[in-house]
């Protein structure tokens, strides 16, 4: 038996410590850092200082990211959360849906990891964490934030929640009000005192829900159901009280369109007859694109287009001029500086590796493109605090 | 257009079926040979194929035995010691387990039972988590095909194959009846009792009887942690993972005949099971509610006969059902209750001639029908026939054998809705060698080149919103050359040594992908991706006797595999190596006899990878690797014979993601006592 137990000892030890020197690879898992990459020349008097990028990160991977362009520096930093919040378990999480900047506060709506990240605007650190189950947008008015959410009360169909709003006051970053607005809300706006919620019935294929919800904010009760067409998605105010709303279509018969209300009637006002699956306002013009989608022809179609928001008319003029946009795969996210009035394209590729942010001057010429964090998707600028 | 098309369909499935009534005929005929030659002495020709180290294509295999002593809870638990597969592993022990052969992709890799492969025509995979090595004799994985001309054709038409065989009776003279029960227990919650009943009902006629029922509640701790620049720790979180408890039923019956010169056995296959889906584990969300149900059945027959000294048939038949409920209950989330039924039959008909002592040739026809119904929305309830034929031939000299085979496959399909698929042909070959280029037969080298596809599955074709009808089968071409080396000595401490070598290259092209359509919850089926894989597969084993009365076993794999995305080159992942496929990986298995002990050793190692497409530093995933250790004891009371094993697997403890966010269990215990009489 000894002599067994030292045959053992010779043959056993050295096989597994050679095993262990053989896998003594493993360091550690540790936290990754920013890719940092200088794209422009630095603006050190922009009037805004830079801006986020939200990256929505696929579905169950975890790979949300925040990006931030640095117009001070003229250096684009991706996936700065973690490196800025490393006690946070499992970083930013998983389908980052809106980011917003209200006051001193940044508000990133992480979907799928239900809740609505507060940070400070300036350090990026976490403030908070609100917890909202299915939330997916964020606006603000007179000190308090609105978060779309699909999971709202259980009420005629058990299996299709109805969505609702939460206002969350920007102070304490606790939920103060409640209200239940159309299936699966999505985009929101505030005109006056009325809060505008675009309900898209996604869960509910094939009958979709075809309203937005007009929200009193001093009842917070809803007054009004606008019947505009199914699936409706983004929904943008304009200067002139008048609000732009869009339809994703059915993918099969039903085209994606754009939609106009008008908030001192509210009703529909227009109707554009393009598709647009994003848009971004800003000064006259609205900056328009389609990703349309038909299972009946297996095809995508992507167009770009522009909208004068004064004269109300589509101007079917590509706001990209220099053919760009033949390289962009996959549109997914679109802003304009308020203050340069460069506009900014994403393009998610496909979906499960980096995207690229394009900057465009003005003009519609390519100033600048930058690698981004997976499904690069929602802007929001810095102003300067000056 | 659409009435040419469908008439055209119609003409190759009546094609399909006249082939198959072909067959049938034929299958008379020849029974009426197998009459009139009744008297003539069989037995010299009952072995039909080259076996063992003489194998064109050896494969690898893992007997009863050693199935035992390794004591892993499935088969995919055990087949993770093979060269050139990684198992794509969910984790736990209800939790989906499928495998990938040379990064070929999990569509590629045909898994057969008892001899017929198994079907599922929906997605392509087959869990082989789900199947219990309790009644298993062998498991066998052949890289390209099983090197056997006289085979069904099926049997030719995947890139890779795992063959689980079953226990089958072998009484000792006297030995009528074996009964064994074997219960499991230990960490997860597990019960695990099983019973395997075996009966001699002639002397050339044996029944077997095999059930296992498997609770457990699936629960076990899990622990993400991260680190800084500085090694320090920035969070370092444990919970328990939820919702993976599983309560599963298996019960399987037949018969097994011997025939002058020949064999046959009939199957009867139950399964049905309860499962949680864990799910991801991410970012503020650590459960999840979703289940499944799935029922599986099928019944089976096979049958092999010698007709004449040269001439001899083999036919199968099979019946399948399988049937999934997934239900999404969550309120907050998008309600799903989906309920998939599929329906599968399949016969196949195989004759090998014997020409001259050293040149067989072979043919085989099969044909498959598949039918699902799904009540999602808009479904298009397709049904494909499918008809393989298949011709080989196989010359064997004293030093030099070949095998080549070419497969013929036409598959069209019927649908009650939208566009179905059009009729697909296709001819694929495969050719194997084997040399001995010395006199001592020790040593050989072989070689092997294989085209061969996989047919779009019923998701990517008509999964609502995602399916495109307009697919193409996705091809797989493999180039292998090999060499083996094995020896045994009668006297001194090392008795038996074994080394086998591959280096191959694949390709893989118009490979199925999906592909994003305007927001991420839609996406759309397309033949784009290409992958090259340059891999190296090293299998050595040995067998020692250290001591008078101690065997020592071991068994180390290494594969090396340079898998590469080659799909466009404007892509960021041009060129980078595929996602869960490590470049280096390995296994050790060490064990060791002394009396009624045994004890055994296991090491995996799966090397750096990355969980996304681009080799970029936010997808890296570091190497793991985990050691298990069993000690077991025989004793025998009379007749009655007991053995109990205890287990520790992951003994260091280590936490690791096989499928990002699907976090696997740390370090776990398992006993196991087995009685047989």
């Known amino acids: 038996m000894n002599v067994m137990m030292k045959q053992l000892r010779n043959t056993v030890l050295p096989i597994a410590a050679t095993m262990l020197l053989f896998t003594a690879c493993r360091k550690g898992d540790s936290i ?79 979907n799928v990891s239900n809740k609505v990240e507060v940070m400070d605007v300036t350090t990026t650190k976490r403030i ?56 699966q809300p999505e985009e929101m706006a505030v005109v006056g005192n009325k809060l505008y919620v675009a309900n898209s019935g996604g869960y509910r294929v094939p009958n979709y829900d075809r309203t937005v919800s007009v929200i009193d904010l001093n009842t917070f009760t809803e007054i009004k159901k606008i019947d505009v067409a199914i699936n409706l998605d983004r929904l943008k105010a304009d200067s002139d009280g008048d609000i732009y709303v869009t339809s994703r279509g059915d993918y099969y018969k039903v085209p994606s369109n754009l939609f106009l209300i008008d908030t001192k009637t509210d009703a529909v006002k227009k109707t554009f007859d393009i598709p647009v699956s994003n848009l971004a306002i800003s000064g006259d013009t609205a900056y328009v694109y389609g990703s349309s989608f038909s299972y009946i022809t297996g095809k995508w179609t992507i167009s770009y287009n522009m909208v004068n928001i004064k004269t109300e008319t589509v101007l079917n003029k590509n706001f990209i001029t220099d053919g760009t946009e033949n390289g962009i795969k996959m549109p997914y996210g679109i802003a304009v500086n308020p203050g340069t009035r460069e506009i900014f394209v994403t393009d998610a590729r496909d979906y499960v590796s980096s995207g690229t942010l394009y900057c465009f001057d003005p003009s519609g010429k390519k100033k600048w493109a930058v690698t981004t964090g997976e499904i690069p998707a929602h802007i929001v600028f810095v102003a300067s605090s000056k | 257009m659409k009435c040419f098309k469908e008439h055209a369909g119609w003409r190759k499935k009546t094609s399909g079926m006249l082939f198959f009534m072909l067959c049938c005929g034929m299958l008379r005929v020849h029974a009426q040979q197998a009459d009139s030659i009744k008297t003539r002495d069989l037995r010299e020709v009952a072995v039909t194929a080259p076996r063992a180290d003489r194998e064109v294509n050896p494969g690898q295999k ?74 298993m004799e062998e498991i066998a994985l052949y890289n390209g095909q099983k090197s056997n001309i006289f085979q069904p054709a099926k049997d030719f038409g995947s890139a890779g194959s795992i063959y689980m065989t079953c226990l089958k009776p072998k009484f000792a003279p006297g030995e009528k009846t074996h009964l064994r029960g074997t219960i499991k227990t230990g960490s997860f919650g597990l019960f695990n009792p099983s019973l395997l009943w075996q009966q001699k009902v002639t002397d050339k006629i044996s029944a077997s009887f095999s059930t296992e029922w498997v609770n457990a509640t699936g629960r076990y701790k899990f622990r993400y942690r991260k680190l800084d620049d500085a090694g320090h ?102 309600y799903i209750d989906n309920h998939y039924r599929q329906y599968e039959m399949y016969f196949s008909m195989a004759h090998q001639y014997i020409l001259t002592k050293w040149w067989t040739v072979s043919a085989s026809g099969d044909f498959q029908w598949n039918r699902m119904d799904a009540d999602l929305r808009n479904f298009t309830y397709p049904t494909r026939y499918t008809t393989l034929t298949a011709a080989a031939t196989n010359l064997t000299f004293s030093r030099f054998s070949a095998q080549a085979s ?106 199925i992908v999906a592909v994003p359509g305007d927001n991420q919850f839609r996406w759309m089926m397309m033949n784009l991706g290409k992958v090259k894989i340059k891999g190296l597969d090293v299998k050595a084993s040995a067998v020692w006797k250290l001591f008078q009365q101690v065997n020592f076993n071991t068994k180390l794999t290494y594969t090396f595999q340079r898998a590469q995305d080659f799909t466009d080159p404007a892509d960021s992942f041009y060129g980078d190596q595929i996602i869960y496929i490590p470049r280096h990986s390995g296994s050790l298995i060490l064990g060791a006899d002394y009396k009624q002990w045994e004890a055994n050793y296991s090491f995996i190692y799966t090397g750096e990878r990355y969980n996304s497409k681009e080799n970029k530093q936010k997808n890296y995933v570091e190497p793991w690797y985990t050691s298990d250790l069993s000690v077991g004891r025989q004793f025998q009371l009379q007749h009655t014979r007991f053995h109990i094993t205890a287990q520790v697997n992951n003994v260091a403890n280590q936490y690791y993601d096989v499928i990002y966010n699907y976090p696997m269990p740390g370090r776990n215990y398992r006993f196991i006592f087995t009685v047989n009489i």
């Open chain 2, 406 to 511: 070419l497969l013929g496959t036409f598959v069209s399909e019927d649908v009650k809705l939208n566009a179905g698929a059009p009729y697909q042909q296709q001819f694929t070959p495969a050719v194997f060698i084997s040399w001995q280029p010395l006199p001592s037969p020790d040593f050989r080298v072989r070689a092997y080149y294989k085209r061969i596809f996989r047919m779009p599955t019923f998701n990517d074709l008509y999964y609502t919103d995602l399916g495109n009808n307009l697919l193409k089968p996705e091809f797989a071409k493999q180039y292998d050359a090999g060499i083996t080396w094995n020896k045994t000595w009668s006297n001194g401490w090392l008795t038996q040594a074994a080394i086998e070598t591959d280096a191959y290259y694949n390709e893989v092209t118009d490979k």
């Open chain 1, 128 to 183: 908070k964490q609100i917890d909202i189950l299915n939330c997916r947008y964020v606006t603000f008015a007179n000190g308090k934030a609105y978060v779309s959410s699909y999971a709202g009360p259980v009420l005629i169909e058990p299996n299709a929640p109805i969505g609702q709003v939460l206002e969350v006051d920007t102070a304490t970053l606790t939920i103060t009000r409640k209200v239940t607005v159309g299936y």
């Open chain 2, 233 to 334: 720790v920035t969070y370092d979180t444990s919970a328990y993972r939820k919702n993976g408890d599983i309560n599963a039923v298996r019960v399987e019956g037949g018969f097994n005949g011997i025939l002058n010169g020949g064999e046959w056995n009939t199957k009867i296959y139950y399964y049905q099971s309860e499962r949680g889906l864990p799910g991801t584990i991410v970012n503020n969300v650590f459960s999840h509610v979703d289940r499944q149900w799935d029922q599986n059945i099928f019944i089976q027959g096979h049958f092999r006969k010698d007709i004449t000294k040269h001439y001899s048939i083999l036919l199968n038949a099979k019946y399948a059902y399988d049937y999934t409920r997934y239900l999404a209950p969550d309120t907050a989330r998008l």
């Open chain 2, 62 to 135: 893992m007997q009863a035995k050693e199935l035992e002593r390794l004591g892993s809870h499935s088969v995919a638990d055990a087949i993770r010691f093979f060269a050139g597969l990684q198992i794509k592993d969910y984790g736990g022990i209800g939790g989906l387990k499928t495998v990938d052969i040379r990064s070929m992709g999990t569509n590629h890799v045909g898994v057969f039972y008892d001899g017929i492969q198994l079907g599922n025509a929906q997605n392509g995979q087959i869990d082989l988590g789900k199947f219990s090595l309790d009644n």
């Open chain 1, 32 to 110: 990754v850092p920013p890719e940092v990459t200088p794209v422009d020349t630095a603006h050190p008097h922009a009037a805004y200082n830079g801006f986020y990028l939200l990256n929505e990160g696929n579905m169950g991977s975890n790979k949300s990211s925040l990006d931030y362009y640095d117009y001070t520096t003229g250096i684009y930093k991706s996936n700065i959360y973690a490196t800025a919040n490393p006690t946070a378990v499992k970083e930013l999480g998983d389908v980052g849906n809106d980011i917003q900047i209200y006051g001193s506060k940044l508000y990133a709506v992480i």
